[in-house]
């Protein structure tokens, strides 16, 4: 019993400490994105993309910042980078896109030309461009994900062991 006890507890402190750690991710995150808006979102988890077609570098893509919301059938941002042999910047454009256009992420030989695209989730995310495949990734805003995917089940196991507990000591 005692044995019982004490991992009950160890399980206990774990799932609590990693929920925490969730939860405490996420109020973070969201407590960034209401920063940088600073202006109510037209729809829930509205955020903006740094946007331009076809601009010749990533300064130049970057120079107005974003000012309009992605529509709300969108989910990321995108990164186009088109680089020529010496490895310049010939084209960059970046949007607003939903998740389809995403999975194709990665760097791409087309001729003399290499294309490097990414996509990231999250509040004007797409300052960068990707220059090579470490960096051409579709990266999503793991905390968010993370409370959304992983809690029902730990809320679960959360329970179960409160209930477990809790009949063990007042039966
Ligand atoms: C892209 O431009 C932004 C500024 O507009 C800069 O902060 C960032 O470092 C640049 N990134 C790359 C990979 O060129
Ligand atoms: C990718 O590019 C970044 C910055 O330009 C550099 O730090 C990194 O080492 C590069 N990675 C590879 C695998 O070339």
Redesign the pocket.
Known sequence: MEACLKLTGLLLGTLLSDWLTAVLSRDFTLADIVQLHLSATPHPGGFKCFTCEDAE???S???WAPDKYCPRDTEFCYTHHRMNGDGESVSVTKRCVSRDECVSAGCMQHEAHMVCTSCCEGNICN?????NKT?AIFSTNSPLNRVIRVSPGKVASLSIIIIFFMRNNFD
Do not use: I, M
């Open positions: 570098d990533n300064y893509c970057n120079r300052l960068p461009v990707p220059w960096e």
